[in-house]
């Protein structure tokens, strides 16, 4: 039940910035906080941004999050070929009472 | 350092049974809400189930409310899912996750995951 949307793909050359839209509803991202995630292939997927805005401590300041209503951003800067993976938004649905995911956004550095 | 480690994956028929579970350690796990996430091949992540640090409240997805059941013992440091009525739909990944926020809900350490096929 992926209730928040997100862009397929994303693409930028090496060094370049990328941002990735999540949307939702104010039952999700409009009164939750929002999270993070990134997906290198083959693994599990690892914590980025949690609390719409805040980095783990091992995560580097070219990832960074925001949140305006119901809708977030991920940002990447200096975007490096270690990058390249699938990118997942998370929150908390209050009227399914649910954790939903985002869609998924392919990150493909050029 | 915060390990989990998944386990009860497997082949199974349709219809049939599965318990997964998920160890923790390296750190107090009756502190930690724990989720389970499963991954179908080639897709997104889905939200299976999620569970209090004291096992007082559950919450699961529609796709297994009623046939899911998650559960914990905290005596053990062990997350459990208990899967019945198996469909070929519930092929995936499964993964456990901890809870590292106390305000809302964060996925911060995952398991490395273990993969249920269900197939005639």
Redesign the interface.
Known sequence: ??VLTQPPSVSAAPGQKVTISCSGSSSNIGN??V?W?Q?LPGT????LI??DNKR?SAIPDRFSGSKSGASATLGITGLQTGDEA?Y?C???DSS?????????TKVSVL | QAQLVESGGGDVQPGRSLRLSCVASGFIFSRNGM?W?RQAPGK????VA?IWYDGSKK?????AKGRFTISRDNSKNTMFLQMNSLRVEDTAVY?C?RD??S???????????TLVTVSS
Not at chain 1, 96 to 104: D, K
Not at chain 2, 44 to 47: K, N, Q, S
């Open positions: 039940q992926s939750n906080y999270s995630y997906q599990a997927p690892k914590l949690y609390e783990p699938d997942y998370g929150a908390w399914l009472s649910a954790y939903v995911f985002g869609t998924g | 989720h996430v997104g992540l889905e939200w999620m919450y699961y997805a529609d796709s993964y996750a590292d926020c305000r809302t809900s964060c996925l911060g350490h995952w398991g490395q995951g």
